[in-house]
């Protein structure tokens, strides 16, 4: 905003040569940046100030320029940066970064990431027959990535919401029936063998306990 003498207190307003204003100010780490659109008048810039000022004091300021590295890149960078992740895991997330990942978001400017982006991206998985579990821990991947970016102000927020899609639920192990624990059982020749088939049954006894 302007004050009484018509000084900036924050940022500054420039007219290009072409018309149009453009603006600068000072980011948390105290370098000027110039903003990444020009407007047609001086109140409109005036305006996109007041708005960066008002994020910056609230915390939601984010840097348009480095929003604009891309997700594979990023994510790369981000697998690099966590040494102390197992050779088995920084295989799994490489792989699915190359292969579930990548393909769809890779080069896509962090920034413009958004949650209905994501929801996309998760559903054609899905679509071309990816497993429930491999489409969860790719999610999780990218969760993590975006919550990173989010803590760096990168982006204002992590664009990935979708309520358990970070969930694997493999299907239930099948249960054999009363019925056929006898019909096993009555199949097996040695009645001790028998035994231990009811036995491990009825007493719910796990292998190493039988």
Not at 17 to 41: C, V
Request: positive net charge.
């Amino acid at each position: 905003m302007a004050n009484k003498d018509a000084h900036r207190r924050f940022g500054s307003i420039r007219r290009l040569p072409s018309g149009r204003f453009q603006i600068r100010y000072p980011g948390p780490d105290g370098r000027l940046r110039s903003g990444t659109e020009t407007y047609p008048g001086k109140q409109a810039a005036d305006r996109a100030l007041s708005l960066i000022e008002a994020q910056l004091i609230t915390g939601e300021w984010t840097d348009p320029q480095r929003g604009k590295i891309t997700l594979r890149v990023y994510a790369e960078k981000w697998i690099e940066q966590r040494p102390n992740l197992r050779a088995r895991t920084v295989e799994l997330y490489t792989w699915l970064l190359a292969k579930h990942i990548g393909p769809y978001l890779g080069g896509v400017p962090i920034g413009k990431i958004t949650p209905e982006l994501v929801r996309e991206w998760r559903a054609t998985l899905l679509g071309q027959g990816v497993s429930v579990s491999a489409t969860a821990k790719a999610y999780r991947l990218l969760r993590a990535v975006l919550m990173t970016a989010a803590e760096d102000r990168i982006i204002p927020r992590n664009p990935c919401r979708i309520r358990g899609a970070g969930d694997e639920k493999p299907p239930e192990r099948p249960v054999l029936s009363i019925a056929h624990v006898f019909d096993l059982a009555d199949r097996i020749k040695d009645r001790r063998f028998r035994a231990l088939v009811l036995l491990a049954t009825f007493a719910s006894l796990r292998w190493g306990e039988a």
